[in-house]
């Protein structure tokens, strides 16, 4: 509850089903099925915000008029708290009673720090930038990316003399307001994220008069050139490389955040091979309004060859289809190829997700292990309860493949190369022809 003046704000709902005015049973808890079910509201805060959060035992025995009297005068809400599940016990509370008073007696002034992301609104859309060119108190050194969709320009902080990436949205845009609102999140995530695989925020505090978005500079190459130049990488380096976005995907999933467009462009290695994730434009941050990334088909946010099918067919996003995403990207690096190909972004339906054949990482690679494809097979299914339930199990069975895909045994060559196999079958069967006619000739 938010505590008023005269009233209490419920703000959220017990998960007890009451069968009557005696009887009821709890529908979800912790343990009660096999996912974890988290409900979430987004309000704004205000210093001198008091909120009473309360057991059924404690709450189902209190009423208005007691809570204010609690805290009517009490600079002390630990005593306060006491008070209450005691008025409670008085009133014949038997079941667990417990009760906590929070109160906001400071908020931060730090944008960065705050808790919903910037508004964009008196802010202008930048103009067109070049080289030598002074904006917001950065000097453009020179264009390093540039789309229909946004620019990317590196700089130098005339206040610090750090280099400092700059992304600014195309004026072309200027109408389509879920793009520019996603925009303006992407360095608000980056502040949240604290991970040696994730871009980081510049530091600049300074104000804004325009729309932008301003990002550590990482000097290397996207994951997109590394595999350009190691079309046939092994195993252990696919390895590294792949716990590495691992860990900076957790990092997200910690903070109830799906990134959704993991690319190979999406990722940067510097020069020490630290890989990071970078572009946080179609992030879905838990528990925001509308507008912070899409969870649903009808606005993919991400790259559609590396969407998981959940997207396409109605469904809603988790961790689960980032885990895809990776798959999809550890695959990729392996083979050079996508494991359905096109297939995924033709779906359409439900119903289509069993058409979906998935090739064998085999079929392309014969030297890598047959537990591989096990481990790749799962994290690739269809349907995301099928897979993985989590990343860090995904990379645990890279490292170390449990029993259940050691077993796995290569497939047979009329599998792993039916054309090889055919050809195998008719040279012997040829072979046998000639021998054949031989001897009937030498026995005529």
């Known amino acids: 509850y938010r505590v008023h003046a005269t009233v209490l704000e419920q703000l959220t709902e017990d998960h007890r089903v009451h069968l009557s005015s005696v009887e009821s ?6 343990g009660m099925g096999p996912n974890v079910e988290i409900d979430y509201r987004s309000l704004p805060a205000e210093v001198g915000d008091l909120y009473l959060l309360a057991t059924d035992g404690a ?21 306060a708290a006491r008070a209450l599940v005691a008025s409670a016990q008085a009133r014949g509370a038997t079941d667990d009673l ?11 002034e ?19 930038l070049s080289p030598r060119m002074q904006f917001e108190g950065y000097t453009i050194v020179r264009e390093l990316h540039a789309s229909s969709r946004s620019h990317v320009h590196l700089t130098v902080d005339d206040a610090t003399g750090q280099q400092v990436v700059i992304k600014t949205p195309s004026v072309d845009l200027a109408a389509e307001k879920d793009y520019l609102d996603r925009f303006v999140l992407e ?10 695989h994730v871009l980081r925020a510049a530091s600049s505090e300074r104000p804004r008069q325009h729309v932008y978005v301003a990002m550590e500079f990482v000097e290397g190459q996207t994951l997109g050139q590394w595999m350009t130049d190691h079309p046939q990488p092994g195993l252990d380096a696919v390895r590294s490389l792949v716990a590495q976005i691992g860990k900076g995907l957790q990092a997200f999933h910690a903070r109830e955040m799906l990134h959704q467009d993991i690319r190979p462009e999406n990722l940067l290695i510097d020069r020490s091979g630290t890989v990071k994730l970078i572009d946080f434009g179609s992030v879905h941050v838990a528990g925001l309004a509308e507008g912070t990334g899409a969870t649903r088909a009808d606005a993919i946010a991400g790259t559609l060859q590396y969407t998981a099918p959940e997207y396409f067919v109605g469904g809603e996003g988790d961790a689960r289809s980032d885990l895809f995403s990776l798959a999809v990207l550890t695959y990729q690096m392996l083979t050079g190829q996508l494991p359905y190909g096109l297939q995924v972004v033709r779906l359409r339906s439900p119903a289509q997700l069993k058409q979906l054949r998935y090739v064998p990482v ?20 269809p349907q995301p309860v099928k897979r993985q339930e989590a990343v860090s199990e ?46 009937r000739a030498y026995g005529n």
């Not at 360095?187 to 040696?196: F, G």
């Not at 060559?413 to 055919?422: D, S, T």
């Open 25 to 30: 049973f709890l529908g979800r808890a912790l």
């Open 59 to 79: 709450y189902t025995h209190l009423d208005v008029a007691g809570v204010h009297a609690a805290i009517a005068h009490a600079d002390d809400l630990d005593a």
């Open 98 to 108: 417990t009760v906590q008073l929070l109160r906001i007696d400071a908020l931060p």
């Open 110 to 128: 730090d944008r960065a720090l705050a808790l919903l992301p910037p508004q964009r609104e008196g802010l202008a859309l930048p103009p067109p």
């Open 187 to 196: 360095e608000w995530v980056a502040r949240r994220i604290h991970s040696p």
């Open 362 to 381: 085999r079929h392309l690679r014969p030297e890598l292990p047959a537990w591989l494809d096990g481990v790749l097979h799962k994290a690739l299914q």
């Open 394 to 439: 995904f990379l645990q069975d890279l490292q170390s493949p449990g029993a259940q895909f050691q077993r796995l045994r290569a497939p047979p060559l009329v599998e792993r190369n039916p054309v090889m196999f055919w050809q195998a079958v008719s040279c012997v069967l040829g072979l046998a022809v000639l021998v054949l006619l031989g001897m």
